[in-house]
T-cell receptor
Framework: GENVEQHPSTLSVQEGDSAVIKCTYS??????FPWYKQELGKGPQLIIDIRSNVGEKKDQRIAVTLNKTAKHFSLHITETQPEDSAVYFCAARPYSSASKIIFGSGTRLSIRP | DTAVSQTPKYLVTQMGNDKSIKCEQNLGHDTMYWYKQDSKKFLKIMFSYNNKELIINETVPNRFSPKSPDKAHLNLHINSLELGDSAVYFC????????????FGPGTRLTVL
């Protein structure tokens, strides 16, 4: 089955700097890759997603890149702000499942003032 | 208005007891899910229902029994609670079809003593 690995597990960056979180997946047929942000005491919330027919997608300060050959995808946050502090999860949807997504292990991002 | 709601938010109980967690969504979605998040923040899907029918059932002990009285509700009943059941349980919903955003509830923190 699909396996998603996420690195790093914790990340601390200076406010205003960029943050990058990387994920790899095992099922080459996976075709949907969402990213979720989980703030303290809340449920995860989708922040951006990318489909397998696209290599890059950007939404204001957030961008995601996908390398299907290497089975890598990454989240880039530029000009980080204190409200970006949260746990971020990457995920992948296996081709074999219409509804199931497999989550990575999460990255705790801290923004230093 | 709350999109996906769960009750209770906190649940503290003794080993061996039976407890239920309720979930309701007012988004008109066809698919609902239960996830378990352990102390290391790892998110794992347990069950998924589409229009009241079970479509995903991961390797979850049969002490866990989901029940969907209608497509807006998915409740989770747990029998004979064990220490290892302590976790945060999230309900989520999404529109039918692949590659759709999942909307998560606020979570229920279950502590088994």
């Amino acid at each position: 089955g699909e396996n998603v690995e996420q690195h790093p597990s914790t990340l601390s960056v200076q406010e205003g700097d960029s943050a990058v979180i990387k994920c790899t997946y095992s099922d080459s047929a996976s075709n949907y890759f969402p990213w979720y942000k989980q703030e303290l005491g809340k449920g995860p919330q989708l922040i951006i997603d990318i489909r397998s027919n696209v290599g890059e997608k950007k939404d204001q300060r957030i961008a995601v890149t996908l390398n299907k050959t290497a089975k890598h995808f990454s989240l880039h946050i530029t000009e980080t702000q204190p409200e970006d502090s949260a746990v971020y999860f990457c995920a992948a949807r296996p081709y074999s499942s219409a509804s199931k997504i497999i989550f990575g292990s999460g990255t705790r991002l801290s923004i230093r003032p | 208005d709350t999109a996906v709601s769960q009750t209770p938010k906190y649940l503290v109980t003794q080993m061996g007891n039976d407890k239920s967690i309720k979930c309701e969504q007012n988004l008109g979605h066809d698919t609902m899910y239960w996830y378990k998040q352990d102390s290391k923040k790892f998110l794992k899907i347990m069950f998924s229902y589409n229009n009241k029918e079970l479509i995903i059932n991961e390797t979850v002990p049969n002490r866990f029994s989901p029940k969907s009285p209608d497509k807006a509700h998915l409740n989770l009943h747990i029998n004979s609670l064990e220490l290892g059941d302590s976790a945060v349980y999230f309900c989520a919903s999404s529109p039918a079809g692949a590659n759709n955003e999942q909307f998560f509830g606020p979570g229920t923190r279950l502590t088994v003593l």
